[in-house]
């Protein structure tokens, strides 16, 4: 997933629905993010580039609208309803995925391991 | 010619001297004589400087005790006036209704003084790279008051021009006026051309920068012409040395209680110089700065005495400021505790003297009526006698006279602090930046570098800073990580978040190294973070301390 600037990013990414839950007066989806080109990347655990400041899911609660959309613990967020979070600060992305008015958000995530398996289905 | 102005300076001090004698007041005389002798002294300092720095010090002293002379002088003459006025008036003329009041005195303090520059971009590029100084400070009267700021070098790596000290004005009246005046001097230059011949200097002035020639060439003009008189007028106190440095006003303004503010704003300044004045600085016009004033009636207690109060019985008031405080006896008060019961006396508030009820037969009561919301609450206070009950309404009637009076500042008590006495101007440091101060050997001494960076900075750095990395080799094939590029441009004249208890926000300087206390960058820089609910405390990355990366917790946000 490493990149080199100035050249377009290219990545397999997964699809990943969530329908936010309502608790109280708040929208939740049920997970935590980290990173973010304000932030400093070389303290993100789940990325492979330690220079890679997007935004990672740091933490997806049990039985919350993220895990049951499939999204896991180690993801990186490339876009949230088509609006990219490769290359915002960590309010922004927290702010994109938390807008009042959207009961849905469809995320395109990326994970290691996504790209060989691709790889293994297309030779299979 | 020299002789004979010195003979004029003389008579002129003895006429001063004699006036303040014949007048019979001793504390105008005693201030008088006290600035006479700084003055002389001041004089015979400027005669025997070597350096410029000192020399524009000891010009600046000289132009205080000058002006102070003056309005001292002014007083004089109207006192003097009055005196000879009042013994050919036999009669007592009505000077109006007897019961005129008049306002309570106040404390006046002017602080955090900021005045704002907009260089040209001659100023960078077309310069030939020499750094023109100027030497600023600020002339503060208000009354017969003179006092001044201390002395700021300004050069075009400074955004604007910050005075620390704070001023403090007592015995001030709401009508005030406060007169600030802002002057200026070359540091270099003026002085080395002044001894050469004029064929030469007028050569010189052609090759030199523009701008320098410009203004060696208006020094010359000027230093040929009237023979160095300062800002005071010429003949009553004349200047004595002529190759001395001399300070031209670059503007002024005066502020009233209009301009009283619990925080920090923006005043228009008058600017008095154009560019062919030698000292002239590319001022934006304004000043910022914070006017506080705290009038004696929020401060000190105007009236006290025991009162019987409906439903709490006997107690001790104490009237101030805005408030009626009530203790159960005197000694409360004066052990600082808490009061039995406060009411509140503002604008809004409405006092009725007489009986409320007729029948208790109660003759001697205050009404005291407060709006909370949409209830009246009325306290019915009880004098021990007629006497106290005229005092009370006399003190409630002269408070209200001095909330009118002093407006805003009775609304809540304003914050001034004393400051402390001004050392005497340390050994002027040459103004560098952090540059200047870099110089290693051996070049990738590291241990240098640091060591340089904790004694400016303060306390050492606790995590290892991230270009450390570069040359322990830890991460040999990545990049040094850029924080996103964040525009240094300061907040033009207004204010930002508190970073004071009154929200002055600190402008960092382009390249000069911070000064005294560690500056707190200014908040409405980090506006890359553009979050309004999370807060600002998480993306402190002050600009202008470049490759100083503190370690910070990788930020995890639920969502």
Redesign the interface.
Known sequence: MSYVPGQPVTAVVQRVEIHKLRQGENLILGFSIGGGIDQDPAQNPFSEDKTDKGIYVTRVSEGGPAEVAGLQIGDKIMQVNGWDMTMVTHDQARKRLTKRSEEVVRLLVTRQGLQKAVQQSMLA | MQDRLHILEDLNMLYIRQMALSLEDTELQRKLDHEIRMREGACKLLAACSQREQALEATKSLLVCSSRILSYMGELQHRKEAQVLGRTARRPSDTGPPDERSPCRGTICISDIRIPLMWKDTEYFKNKGDLHRWAVFLLLQLGGNIQDTEMVLVDRTLTDISFQSSVLFTEAGPDFELRLELYGACVEEEGALAGAPRRLASKLSNSLGRSSGRRVRASLESAGGSGGSSAASPILLPTPAVGGPRYHLLAQTVLTLASVQDGFRTHDLTLTSNEESPAWLPLYGSVCCRLAAQPLCMTQPVMSGTLRVQSWGQVHGILKGTNLFCYRHPGEANAQEDPLFTIAINKETRVRAGERDQTLGAPLTLSISNQYGGDEVTHTLQMESRGALQRWMEALWQLFFDMSQWKQCCDELMKIEVPPPRKPPPALAKQGSLYHEMAIEPLDDIAAVTDILAKREGPPLDVPPHWLALFTEK?PT??L?I??PRSPSPPRACPGPRATPWGRPRTLSLDAAPRGRPPLPPRSSSS????S??PAPR?RSPPAQGFRAK?????????
Do not use: T
């Open positions: 991460l990545s990049k990580p924080h996103a890359s973070s553009s979050g609910g999370s993306q370690a910070r917790p990788w930020l995890q946000s639920p969502v």
